[in-house]
Protein backbone atom coordinates (compact mmCIF):
# COMPACT_ATOMS: atom_id res chain seq x y z
CA UNK A 1 0.00 0.00 0.00
CA UNK A 2 1.61 3.64 -1.11
CA UNK A 3 1.68 5.11 2.22
CA UNK A 4 1.95 8.38 0.78
CA UNK A 5 -1.04 8.19 -0.81
CA UNK A 6 -3.20 7.58 2.20
CA UNK A 7 -1.68 10.88 4.09
CA UNK A 8 -2.96 12.42 1.56
CA UNK A 9 -6.33 10.86 1.46
CA UNK A 10 -6.70 11.73 5.05
CA UNK A 11 -5.74 15.19 4.91
CA UNK A 12 -8.52 15.95 1.87
CA UNK A 13 -10.56 14.13 3.75
CA UNK A 14 -10.63 16.47 7.07
CA UNK A 15 -10.37 19.30 4.41
CA UNK A 16 -13.65 17.96 2.97
CA UNK A 17 -15.77 17.72 6.40
CA UNK A 18 -14.27 21.29 7.57
CA UNK A 19 -15.89 22.70 4.08
CA UNK A 20 -19.22 21.21 4.51
CA UNK A 21 -19.75 22.47 7.71
CA UNK A 22 -20.35 25.94 5.93
CA UNK A 23 -20.29 25.21 2.18
CA UNK A 24 -23.58 26.28 0.08
CA UNK A 25 -24.59 25.11 -3.08
CA UNK A 26 -25.46 27.87 -6.37
CA UNK A 27 -24.89 31.02 -7.81
CA UNK A 28 -25.69 34.73 -7.56
CA UNK A 29 -28.49 35.77 -9.20
CA UNK A 30 -29.94 39.30 -9.61
CA UNK A 31 -32.94 40.14 -10.98
CA UNK A 32 -35.13 43.24 -11.73
CA UNK A 33 -39.30 42.73 -11.58
CA UNK A 34 -41.93 45.20 -10.87
CA UNK A 35 -44.01 45.47 -8.08
CA UNK A 36 -47.30 45.81 -9.66
CA UNK A 37 -48.34 48.81 -7.68
CA UNK A 38 -49.43 51.60 -10.69
CA UNK A 39 -48.00 54.42 -8.41
CA UNK A 40 -44.21 53.10 -7.80
CA UNK A 41 -41.39 54.56 -9.88
CA UNK A 42 -41.18 50.95 -11.12
CA UNK A 43 -44.99 51.31 -13.29
CA UNK A 44 -43.09 54.00 -16.07
CA UNK A 45 -41.74 52.13 -18.72
CA UNK A 46 -38.34 53.54 -18.84
CA UNK A 47 -38.06 52.38 -15.26
CA UNK A 48 -35.62 49.64 -14.56
CA UNK A 49 -37.52 47.74 -11.82
CA UNK A 50 -36.67 46.92 -8.24
CA UNK A 51 -33.48 44.48 -8.18
CA UNK A 52 -33.86 41.45 -6.48
CA UNK A 53 -30.91 39.23 -5.11
CA UNK A 54 -31.66 35.21 -5.81
CA UNK A 55 -29.62 32.19 -5.14
CA UNK A 56 -29.90 30.12 -8.29
CA UNK A 57 -29.52 26.21 -6.70
CA UNK A 58 -29.81 23.76 -9.44
CA UNK A 59 -31.79 20.82 -8.72
CA UNK A 60 -32.32 17.31 -10.71
CA UNK A 61 -35.73 18.43 -11.82
CA UNK A 62 -35.27 22.23 -12.40
CA UNK A 63 -33.72 25.19 -11.19
CA UNK A 64 -34.56 26.44 -7.28
CA UNK A 65 -34.53 30.37 -7.17
CA UNK A 66 -34.20 31.02 -3.55
CA UNK A 67 -34.41 34.65 -3.07
CA UNK A 68 -31.57 36.63 -0.44
CA UNK A 69 -32.39 39.58 1.34
CA UNK A 70 -29.78 42.15 0.99
CA UNK A 71 -28.37 41.93 4.73
CA UNK A 72 -27.67 38.34 3.85
CA UNK A 73 -25.29 38.81 0.27
CA UNK A 74 -22.07 39.78 2.28
CA UNK A 75 -22.45 36.23 4.10
CA UNK A 76 -22.65 34.40 0.67
CA UNK A 77 -19.39 34.43 -0.95
CA UNK A 78 -17.46 32.44 1.61
CA UNK A 79 -20.00 29.24 1.75
CA UNK A 80 -19.82 28.84 -2.08
CA UNK A 81 -16.60 28.61 -2.48
CA UNK A 82 -16.29 26.38 -0.21
CA UNK A 83 -18.89 24.36 -1.97
CA UNK A 84 -16.90 24.66 -5.31
CA UNK A 85 -13.64 23.68 -2.75
CA UNK A 86 -15.67 20.39 -1.69
CA UNK A 87 -16.40 19.56 -5.51
CA UNK A 88 -12.95 19.87 -6.05
CA UNK A 89 -11.64 17.98 -3.67
CA UNK A 90 -14.56 15.45 -3.60
CA UNK A 91 -12.95 14.62 -7.31
CA UNK A 92 -9.75 14.47 -5.99
CA UNK A 93 -10.58 11.77 -3.30
CA UNK A 94 -12.07 9.79 -6.13
CA UNK A 95 -8.93 9.49 -8.14
CA UNK A 96 -7.05 8.65 -5.06
CA UNK A 97 -9.51 5.89 -4.39
CA UNK A 98 -9.38 4.67 -8.36
CA UNK A 99 -5.62 4.47 -8.04
CA UNK A 100 -6.33 2.38 -4.85
CA UNK A 101 -9.00 0.26 -6.04
CA UNK A 102 -6.28 -0.36 -9.46
CA UNK A 103 -3.15 -1.07 -7.14
CA UNK A 104 -4.94 -4.05 -4.97
CA UNK A 105 -6.12 -5.84 -8.60
CA UNK A 106 -2.64 -5.41 -9.77
CA UNK A 107 -1.57 -7.23 -6.09
CA UNK A 108 -4.15 -9.86 -6.46
CA UNK A 109 -3.09 -10.46 -10.12
CA UNK A 110 0.62 -10.40 -8.82
CA UNK A 111 -0.31 -13.16 -6.48
CA UNK A 112 -1.97 -15.84 -9.12
CA UNK A 113 1.22 -15.67 -10.76
ZN1 LIG B 1 -42.36 48.95 -7.71
Known amino acids: MNKQ ?5 RILKKALLHLAGHMIQGSLVKLNHRCGNKNCHCAKPKDPGHTGYYLSVPTPEKTQMHYLPKDLLPQLPQPLAAFKQYWEIGK ?6 LALLKESAQRRKSHVH
Open 92 to 97: RISQIN
Open 5 to 9: IIIRK
